[in-house]
């Protein structure tokens, strides 16, 4: 095998669930026994829309004091880039406050994350060694704030081949075309929120195709694109679209 090989391989098994509890879809964990898309639910606050107060969206966390302060500045680093570009504020929880995010290590918990609000304490799985990593905060986080993949996006036929042959047969639900909320933004390859080329591959090949010549490199996002920014200020509707400048995105990339 190749190292590029092994390289693909490690970012297809990222977004694997290994735990039993709760149920998860890849990486989504689903309350009780109702799957719940980032529509209908993220349509309103009584569905699994964060609220706002005022301009801003407040999102209390609190992190497992099992991470070591390096791995706490990653996720607290996470968070802190929705806090720069959207009308989200993460702000330490109290016990005061009934909902909110944990996150959370367990030896084999892997990455994962309930699609849109819960109520009450709401885990995101960040298992320490493979998932605390600038770019699975923001993907898991992504999901808790009501955003699905990518490529189930109900127009990715018009710009990715899903190869269900070559997908584990247990995994083939999560590339069932979904009726997103695109929120008028285009499909976009760069997502932080995009599958990689051998996501749940059950033979080494390509699970997903990109469409297009030539066909667009996807699925190794570091950070969140553009429009995964642009889509968390229009489904909260934040009062101003922040500008991001060159010098931010440069900024999260070290
Ligand atoms: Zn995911």
Same mark, same amino acid.
């Given at each position: 095998m190749t190292s590029t090989f092994l390289y693909l391989l490690f970012f297809s098994v990222m977004d694997v669930c290994l735990v039993k509890m709760p149920v998860l879809h890849g990486d989504i964990a689903v309350a009780d026994t109702t799957y719940k898309n980032a529509e209908p639910c993220t349509a309103t606050e009584k569905?699994?829309?964060?609220?706002?107060? +005022?301009?801003?969206?407040?999102?209390?966390?609190?992190?497992?004091?099992?991470y070591t302060?390096?791995? !706490?500045?990653? /996720?607290?680093?996470?968070?802190?880039?929705?806090?720069?570009?959207?009308?989200?504020?993460f702000i330490p929880w109290n016990p005061s406050v009934r909902n909110y995010i944990s996150f959370f290590t367990q030896p084999n918990s892997g990455c994962w994350s309930y699609l849109g609000r819960q109520k +009450?304490?709401?885990?995101?799985?960040?298992?320490?060694?493979?998932?605390?990593?600038?770019?699975?905060? !923001?993907?898991? /986080?992504?999901?808790?704030?009501?955003f699905n993949h990518e490529q189930v996006r109900s127009d990715r036929d018009r710009y990715v081949r899903i190869l269900f042959n070559n997908i584990k047969r247990k995994q083939q639900y999560n590339f069932q075309k979904k009726r997103t909320n695109n929120l008028e933004t285009p499909y976009d390859f760069s997502s932080v929120m995009h599958y990689n080329k051998y996501a749940f591959s059950k033979?080494?090949?390509?699970?997903?195709?990109?469409?297009?010549?030539?066909?667009?490199?996807?699925?190794?996002?570091?950070?969140m694109s553009t429009n995964d920014i642009i889509r968390v200020n229009k489904l909260y509707r934040c009062s101003k679209l922040k500008t991001y400048s060159t010098f931010y995105l440069l900024c999260e990339y070290v």
């Open positions: 569905g699994c829309k964060w609220p706002k107060e +005022g301009r801003y969206v407040y999102v209390p966390y609190y992190i497992s004091p099992d302060q390096e791995e !706490q500045n990653i /996720i607290i680093r996470g968070m802190r880039s929705f806090n720069q570009t959207t009308c989200i504020r +009450g304490v709401q885990h995101i799985s960040l298992e320490r060694g493979g998932c605390v990593r600038y770019s699975t905060v !923001q993907h898991e /986080i992504l999901h808790a704030l009501g033979n080494g090949l390509p699970t997903i195709e990109a469409k297009g010549d030539p066909a667009p490199a996807f699925g190794n996002a570091r950070q």
